[in-house]
């Protein structure tokens, strides 16, 4: 069957580290992927799209890596800050426009 | 723009009641999506429409569920009867298609809770 997994549920970093987010899919080919942030109480808001043909994309402390082989994606937030803390949700494109979401990692930026 | 705008934000009503939830879409979008999400289940794809045409509604749970979609700037999604695990956030979401890439633009959501 297919499957998106987002490696926790919950992270916890320091303040000024780099936060690293895990997503893993199984029986799909997705021509893209997305990330998207989502805030207690707001809908998701995108963030990045990679395609497959791309290994790396970045937009400021944000970096994404697509891994076709591995079936992964690792997405990165640089000199990570309080205001970092949210949900993070990764995204397929499965077939014709159906884009699906994994379950996300809450992260947590501590002082 | 202002937006995708969904109503009701928040919704109480009892089991058995009908229930309409409503989303304008973004002006030019010509896609629409229609999540379900809870605790347990994650963000659901319930539905979606391109060019007001419904796509794929594989993902609607039951035949009490219906979505239409009218015209470009309006659609429904309906709980006919409603019942308590239906009980979630209902994202709308839109997104126009470009080099064959959907990015969505989310509504802030209705709470529903059902009673």
């Known amino acids: 069957s297919q499957k998106i997994e987002q490696n926790s549920e919950a992270l916890n970093i320091q303040e000024g580290k780099t936060a690293t987010l895990t997503c893993n899919y199984t029986?799909?080919?997705?021509?893209?992927l997305q990330w998207y942030r989502q805030d207690p109480g707001r809908g998701p808001v995108f963030l990045l799209l990679?395609?497959?043909?791309?290994k790396e994309k970045r937009k400021e402390r944000l970096k994404v890596t697509f891994d076709t082989t591995l079936k992964q994606s690792l997405f990165h937030i640089t000199a990570s800050q309080p205001a970092d803390s949210a949900t993070y949700l990764c995204?397929?494109?499965?077939?014709?426009?159906?884009?699906?979401f994994g379950s996300g990692t809450r992260l947590s930026i501590r002082p | 723009d202002a937006g995708v705008i969904q109503s009701p934000r928040h919704e109480v009503t009892e089991m058995g009641q009908e229930v309409t939830l409503r989303c304008k879409p973004i002006?030019?979008?010509?896609?629409l999506f229609w999540y379900r999400q809870t605790m347990m289940r994650g963000l659901e794809l319930l539905i979606y429409?391109?060019?007001?045409?419904?796509?794929?509604d594989s993902g609607m749970p039951e035949d009490r569920f219906s979505a239409k979609m009218p015209n470009a700037s309006f659609s429904t999604l309906k709980i006919q009867p409603s019942e308590p695990r239906d009980s979630a956030v209902y994202f709308c979401?839109?997104?126009?298609?470009?080099?064959?890439?959907?990015?969505?633009?989310f509504g802030a959501g209705s709470r529903l809770t059902v009673l």
């Open positions: 029986n799909y080919s997705p021509a893209y």
């Open positions: 990679i395609r497959e043909n791309e």
């Open positions: 429409f391109n060019n007001n045409v419904p796509i794929d």
């Open positions: 002006s030019g979008h010509n896609s």
């Open positions: 995204a397929l494109y499965s077939s014709a426009s159906k884009i699906i």
């Open positions: 979401a839109s997104s126009l298609t470009i080099s064959g890439a959907n990015v969505l633009t």
